[in-house]
T-cell receptor, first 114, second 114 residues
Framework: AQTVTQSQPEMSVQEAETVTLSCTYD???????LFWYKQPPSRQMILVIR????KQQNATENRFSVNFQKAAKSFSLKISDSQLGDTAMYFC???????????WGAGTKLIIKP | DTGVSQDPRHKITKRGQNVTFRCDPI?????LYWYRQTLGQGPEFLTY????????KSRLLSDRFSAERPKGSFSTLEIQRTEQGDSAMYLC????????????FGQGTRLTVV
């Protein structure tokens, strides 16, 4: 069975700093998808960025980028020039193509301080 | 398109009562998912539909939980004889039925069983 581990329960950085959130996963699959979702307080889950396992190039979306290390089964999220609005819970999730179900980590609470 | 809509946003019920939640997916999405999220944890997959067919329901937490999507549009999740342990956020998501499709989430229904 697939598992997703986020080892940082909470992180706090100053506005404009760069922060990296860690995620590791365990799977025997060779083809899969990885996602980072953001859940602001009392608001809905929002997709931040995704990575297809067959792609070697790391995904980038504006200030958000990932470091995908397939052999190490690691999928970290880097947020550059952090903003107050980035304060949220961040969840790493794994999807096996055959069943469309997302397997989630426990989340990292990110606080951006002014 | 207004995104995934869930109703109600909050529900307080007495132990032993039945509750029903509704989810309206994004109109062109034919896959619909239900997840449960307890405090401080990532979401946990419950079930999903493709159109009106329920393709996976083995993860429903007990036989007190059931879900329907009668016309392949909106879906309902019912919990019978609620227990205090059912208190959680119930999330609905929808996606296109393509491999690795992004799931879009509603704001959730927060259930409190007293």
């Amino acid at each position: 069975a697939q598992t997703v581990t986020q080892s940082q329960p909470e992180m706090s950085v100053q506005e404009a700093e760069t922060v990296t959130l860690s995620c590791t996963y365990d799977t025997s699959e060779s083809n899969y998808y990885l996602f980072w979702y953001k859940q602001p307080p009392s608001r809905q889950m929002i997709l931040v960025i995704r990575q297809e396992a067959y792609k070697q190039q790391n995904a980038t979306e504006n200030r958000f980028s990932v470091n995908f290390q397939k052999a190490a089964k690691s999928f970290s999220l880097k947020i550059s020039d952090s903003q107050l609005g980035d304060t949220a819970m961040y969840f790493c999730a794994f999807m096996k193509p055959s069943n469309y179900q997302l397997i989630w980590g426990a989340g990292t609470k990110l606080i951006i301080k002014p | 398109d207004t995104g995934v809509s869930q109703d109600p946003r909050h529900k307080i019920t007495k132990r032993g009562q039945n509750v029903t939640f509704r989810c309206d997916p994004i109109s062109e999405h034919n896959r619909l998912y239900w997840y449960r999220q307890t405090l401080g944890q990532g979401p946990e997959f419950l079930t999903y539909f493709q159109n009106e067919a329920q393709l996976e329901k083995s993860r429903l937490l007990s036989d007190r939980f059931s879900a329907e999507r009668p016309k392949g549009s909106f879906s309902t999740l019912e919990i019978q004889r609620t227990e205090q342990g059912d208190s959680a956020m119930y999330l609905c998501a929808s996606s296109l039925a393509v491999q690795g499709a992004n799931a879009f989430f509603g704001q959730g229904t927060r259930l409190t069983v007293v």
